[in-house]
């Protein structure tokens, strides 16, 4: 054997014991490089066959090119070894335990007053109403002067409201919703109205932020009759089938005739809040005809029926966002 086989030998030796060694797929690809590459001493040896004598050619030719078949064979096998094991052992590693149990999270739910809100407004969508809202800071004009109060009229300084900027106001209810609908659509009209209102007020009953719920008709024909079936109908739908409604005379600006109205509750009455017959001084400050058209309307709120369905005592928890409180809905 000439000193050049030795060392094709040796390289083949060490090559087949590295392959045999190397645990990742990465390792024996820097095998392959340092046996088989460019720079190899292998290939180093091969580029120098054509300077050796014709009978060492030959041998030297035959085991160096046996020498690198045996070293891919062998690097391949490998691979193909290396690479299933490695997708067994990743496979392993992302296996999920499908019977492990989940992890419990808290549900939220939504505030009393909320279920109460989305409850009269899906009953007025069934029935074909739309839904309008308006902006929480309001003009004067629309908070009061379009629905008939007029400049120093007692009934203004009973909304306890909150003044802003010249003409401006925290809305004290949302009537104005009312005036804003009617000035941007032609009769017949049907609409209901949630939304935030705000008067300087704070007792167990009252908050100086609460909501309401406002329902406007305008169409031909409408008359008390239809008010007290509507309201019949909603009471039956939040409160269940044996719920009545009851209407008292009452006084508000842009209605006439005006009415409280009270819904039955176990063995008394809990009153809902006010409602009437469309004042045609409201109509005629919108545009529409009098002569064609009547409306009724109604306004109330949904905190204090969330008060008397849920048996709080005190309106303000329902605002102090107290976690303990507000989980038992
Ligand atoms: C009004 O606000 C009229 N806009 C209702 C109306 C609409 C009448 C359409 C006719 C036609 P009143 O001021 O009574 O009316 O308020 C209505 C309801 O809002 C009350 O019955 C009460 O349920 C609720 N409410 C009023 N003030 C407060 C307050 N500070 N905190 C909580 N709820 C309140």
Redesign the pocket.
């Known amino acids: 054997m000439t000193a050049t086989e030795q060392r094709i030998e040796k390289l083949r030796t060490e090559a087949l014991s590295a392959v045999s060694d190397a645990a990742t797929t990465s390792e024996l690809e820097d095998i392959r490089i340092r046996f088989l590459g460019r720079a190899a001493e292998l290939s180093e040896i091969k580029k120098s066959i054509g300077s050796l004598s014709p009978d060492e050619r030959k041998e030297v030719g035959k085991s160096s090119n046996l020498a690198s078949r045996e070293i891919e064979n062998a690097l391949s096998e490998k691979k193909n070894d290396l690479a299933s094991s490695e997708r067994e052992s990743k496979l392993r590693k992302e296996a999920v335990d499908v019977t492990l149990p989940g992890v419990p999270f808290q549900r939220g739910n939504l505030h009393p007053t909320q279920r109460i809100i989305d409850d009269v407004v899906d009953f007025f969508v069934g029935m074909g109403y739309g839904v309008a809202e308006g902006p929480e800071v309001e003009t004067d004009y629309n908070n009061f002067t379009a629905l008939n109060f007029p400049e120093g009229h007692p009934a203004r300084s009973e909304h306890d409201t909150f003044f802003l900027d010249e003409g401006l106001v925290m809305r004290t209810?949302t009537?104005p919703v009312q005036v804003r609908t009617m000035l941007e659509n032609e009769p017949p009209v049907y609409v209901v109205c949630p939304g935030r209102t705000y008067?300087n007020?704070s007792d167990p009953t009252?908050?100086p932020m609460?909501n309401?719920i406002?329902a406007l008709v305008v169409d031909r024909g409408i008359s008390l009759a239809d008010l007290k079936g509507t309201l019949n109908a909603m009471a039956r739908h939040v409160f269940g089938e044996d719920a009545k409604v009851r209407l008292r005379p009452s006084f508000?600006p842009?209605?006439e005739p005006?009415v409280e109205m009270d819904v039955s509750w176990g063995d008394g009455w809990l009153?809902?809040?006010?409602?009437?017959m469309v004042d045609p001084n409201v109509l005629e400050e919108v545009g529409y005809d009098t002569e064609e058209y009547t409306g009724f309307?109604?306004?109330?709120?949904p905190?204090?029926m969330a008060m008397v369905k849920y048996g709080v005592h005190d309106?303000r928890m329902f605002f102090e966002g107290d976690l303990r409180f507000l989980r038992q809905f």
Request: no cysteine; net charge negative.
């Open positions: 209810h009537s008067r007020d009252h908050t609460f309401q406002e508000f842009f209605t005006s009153e809902l809040g006010g409602a009437g309307a109604f306004g109330f709120g905190d204090r309106l």
